[in-house]
């Protein structure tokens, strides 16, 4: 399979505990992205990367998240000392530099309890 | 602000017939919109996207119309089947602006038998 993959699928997590998940992007694309989904909205662009660098962050993108992209292949997304509000589905998606279409992993669905 | 809107939250087609999903946005500067279907605890899969240089743009059973003075977007599905049944998410890009996604709220589309 040659699509985006995210790990883990499911996280459920206590209000204050550290999560990270992994995103492993299409193997050529450059660019990845992460996005969050609540319910009943559409995906909301949190950080993209261009091969290492980390070009663009959102405002929703809080002190308490972190994301990485140490080798230009595979990103991880780190929130600290989560709270419920952070509870959603957390989307990765990759590209080639220079298109808009970009492909999706099935996301990690992050519960805060 | 809502960049991109979609008005319609569901929308139910019977089997065979032509089902519309409509979208507007208001930021002049997106050049590239596309098209992704969404199916419950998953992540989204592109559809059709369409540039901004054309007005149509046609696969299979799915077209995307393109209004740029209106600044309106529509999807056709000829005809419609069961399995289309999804959410689906109106896109917009910024090429010159790391072609992150800005997305609509959704439309729920049932295609009943």
């Known amino acids: 399979d040659t699509g985006v993959s995210q790990n883990p699928r499911h996280k459920i997590t206590k209000r204050g505990q550290n999560v990270t998940f992994r995103c492993d992007p299409i193997?050529?694309?450059?660019?990845l992205y992460w996005y969050r989904q609540t319910l009943g909205q559409g995906p909301e662009f949190l950080t993209y990367?261009?091969?290492?660098?980390?070009?663009?962050k959102s405002r929703l993108l809080s002190d308490r998240f972190s994301a990485e992209r140490p080798k230009g292949s595979f990103s991880t997304l780190e929130i600290q000392r989560t709270e419920q509000g952070d509870s959603a589905m957390y989307l990765c998606?990759?590209?080639?530099?220079?298109?808009?279409?970009?492909?999706f992993g099935q996301g990690t669905r992050l519960t805060v309890v | 602000d809502q960049q991109v809107k979609q008005n319609s939250p569901s929308l139910s087609v019977q089997e065979g017939r032509i089902s519309i999903l409509n979208c507007d946005y208001t930021?002049?500067?997106?050049?590239?919109f596309l098209w992704y279907k969404k199916y419950p605890a998953e992540g989204p899969t592109f559809l059709i996207s369409?540039?901004?240089?054309?007005d149509k743009n046609e696969d299979g059973r799915f077209t995307v119309f393109l209004n740029k003075s209106a600044k309106h977007l529509s999807l056709h599905i000829v005809p419609s089947q069961p399995g289309d049944s999804a959410v689906y998410f109106c896109?917009?890009?910024?090429?010159?602006?790391?072609?992150?996604?800005?997305f609509g709220g959704g439309t729920r589309l049932m295609v009943k038998p």
């Open positions: 998606a990759s590209s080639l530099l220079g298109t808009a279409e970009a492909f």
């Open positions: 896109a917009a890009s910024d090429n010159n602006a790391g072609n992150m996604l800005t």
């Open positions: 990367f261009q091969n290492e660098a980390q070009l663009e």
């Open positions: 193997s050529e694309h450059n660019r």
């Open positions: 930021n002049s500067m997106f050049d590239y």
């Open positions: 369409i540039s901004s240089i054309k």
